[in-house]
């Protein structure tokens, strides 16, 4: 397909208009290449995120968070952003970004992860009826789903499908029957949810948010990335749904810049001396 053809099958799959204001998705590096063959799905753009796009000969890479988000002031590769792309332009790829349209979308990564757990998803919590796409729930940010478990288990739950620990405020009752989900940074929507929900599960939440929802709604973060994680898989899935004149292919690589090191084997004397 030619790369306007990309563009539009793109569009069809994840309308850009259901985006949250300001994310920088769409095209964000065209390549001097009419055609587009092959694509990447990956959750980030990275050197070896590039370097296998390369190697499987495609010549596009569809990113769920963008590469380029805040203004460049520069290209002369000082920093990871604008050597990333100045890579993607030597090795003629084109970049494309779906993230806040893959989040609102009702097969996007909310839905995903609210199946993982089998939870059973309502409505979206900050709907977007403007753009009609058909699926059982509606276009939108964040979900409402019904839950009957135990908290203890819905946290054991988590922990297995993200693959990771987890940091949580206990719920104000035992059994949860409704779960708010916003996989990423989601405490925007803590007002949106509170009396809604009997838990909120989401990412980056600070510490004083921990305080502000005891007692008033119980609280999982898994983490950012392991929330995300399958964002690359979902979006290849639902581009297939639109397209047999592209091959997709999904990235193998693990895009998380944080690392886990173990707890360090110290003394209450050596506790002591740091204080």
């Known amino acids: 397909m030619t790369v306007e053809e990309f563009k539009r099958t793109l569009q069809v799959a994840f309308p850009l208009e259901t985006a949250m204001p300001g994310d920088n998705v769409g095209l964000q590096?065209?390549?001097?290449?009419?055609?587009?063959?092959?694509?990447?799905?990956c959750m980030e753009v990275t050197d070896d995120v590039v370097s296998e796009a390369a190697e499987l000969g495609a010549e596009a890479i569809i990113t769920f968070h963008p590469l380029i988000y805040s203004p460049l002031a520069r290209l002369d590769g000082s920093d990871r952003v604008s050597r990333l792309v100045l890579r993607c332009v030597r090795e003629n790829i084109s970049v494309y970004c779906v993230h806040t349209a893959f989040d609102a979308h009702p097969r996007g990564t909310n839905r995903i992860l609210a199946d993982k757990l089998g939870l059973h998803p309502v409505r979206t919590i900050d709907p977007n009826p403007n753009v009609p796409i058909e699926a059982d729930i509606e276009v939108g940010m964040g979900l409402l789903a019904a839950c009957d478990m135990d908290f203890?288990?819905?946290?054991r739950r988590v922990s297995a499908v993200c693959r990771t620990s987890v940091r949580f405020s206990p719920a104000p009752s035992v059994r949860v029957r409704?779960?708010?989900?916003?996989?990423?940074?989601?405490?925007?929507?803590?007002?949106?949810?509170?009396?809604?929900?009997?838990?909120?599960?989401?990412?980056?939440?600070?510490?004083?948010?921990?305080?502000?929802?005891?007692?008033?709604?119980?609280?999982?973060?898994p983490g950012h990335y392991e929330m995300e994680q399958f964002v690359a898989e979902g979006m290849a899935m639902e581009l297939r749904r639109h397209t047999r004149d592209l091959a997709i292919h999904v990235s193998r690589i693990c895009p998380n810049p944080v690392s886990h090191g173990p707890f360090p084997n110290v003394s209450e004397t050596s506790f002591s001396e740091i204080s």
């Open 178 to 221: 409704t779960v708010a989900l916003v996989a990423g940074s989601g405490m925007s929507f803590f007002d949106k949810v509170v009396g809604k929900a009997d838990v909120f599960i989401t990412a980056d939440v600070k510490y004083h948010a921990f305080h502000a929802a005891t007692d008033v709604i119980g609280l999982i973060d």
């Open 152 to 155: 203890d288990e819905l946290i």
């Open 29 to 41: 590096i065209r390549s001097t290449s009419k055609i587009v063959c092959s694509a990447l799905c």
